[in-house]
């Protein structure tokens, strides 16, 4: 099965600056999601991107995916505090149809110093 | 905004006991799964669930535990015979052919 492994573990910046999150899997992948979870909640599904896609926006985040490395990395600009939380890269297991299983990452957990 | 509920948030049960998580997966939504975090750990994949019968199961996903859609709305994880172990958040999520999981709040389930 994929193998998403986020690094670093832990990050802790000021508001207003910029966090990258970097994540890297094993074999090939039709997509790869990023999550977010606040602490002791549910998971909030940020962005999708797809294997045959290189970069992917959605308002402050932006995505990158490089297949030939095996990895995505996970920008978030202008920090907020309300951005303090863990963030999951997570891959399907199989060919990436409906109703593959996700596996997920160990996670950073991002501290925004206000 | 649709979402994806589970019931109940929170449940305490005695070692032995057969328990089961509600979920109510989002209306339109034809591929539900269940999900589960020990504390402190990465969330794991325990089973995937399509056109009435399962997808996909992990290794976790063994003898003690099954899936139901016992009607057009709920979505549920029984576990037969609770173990220490299984104490953990179950998370349940649901998809449409597009792939993107949309998880539910979450069960936190405390095996005594």
């Known amino acids: 099965s994929q193998q998403g492994e986020e690094d670093p573990q832990a990050l802790s910046i000021q508001e207003g600056e910029n966090a990258t999150m970097n994540c890297s899997y094993k074999?090939?992948?039709?997509?790869l999601q990023w999550y977010r979870q606040n602490s002791g909640r549910g998971l909030v599904h940020l962005i999708l991107?797809?294997?045959?896609?290189r970069e992917k926006h959605s308002g402050r985040l932006r995505v990158t995916l490089d297949t030939s490395k095996k990895s995505s990395s996970l920008l978030i600009t202008a920090s907020r505090a309300a951005d303090t939380a863990s963030y999951f890269c997570?891959?399907?297991?199989?060919?990436?149809?409906?109703?593959?299983?996700?596996?997920f990452g160990k996670g950073t957990h991002l501290i925004i110093q206000p | 905004e649709p979402e994806v509920t589970q019931t109940p948030s929170h449940q305490v049960t005695q070692m032995g006991q057969e328990v089961i998580l509600r979920c109510v997966p989002i209306?339109?939504?034809?591929?539900f799964y269940w999900y589960r975090q020990i504390l402190g750990q990465k969330v794991e994949f325990l089973v995937s669930?399509?056109?009435?019968?399962?997808?996909?199961k992990s290794e976790i996903f063994d003898d003690q535990f099954s899936v139901e859609r016992p009607d057009g709305s709920n979505f549920t994880l029984k576990i037969r015979s609770t173990k220490l172990e299984d104490s953990a958040m179950y998370f349940c999520?649901?998809?449409?052919?597009?792939?993107?999981?949309?998880f539910g709040p979450g069960t936190r389930l405390l095996v005594l």
């Open positions: 999520a649901s998809s449409t052919a597009q792939e993107t999981q949309y």
């Open positions: 074999t090939s992948i039709n997509n």
């Open positions: 991107i797809r294997s045959n896609e």
């Open positions: 997570a891959t399907p297991d199989r060919s990436g149809g409906g109703a593959d299983g996700l596996t």
């Open positions: 209306s339109n939504h034809l591929y």
């Open positions: 669930f399509y056109n009435n019968e399962i997808s996909e």
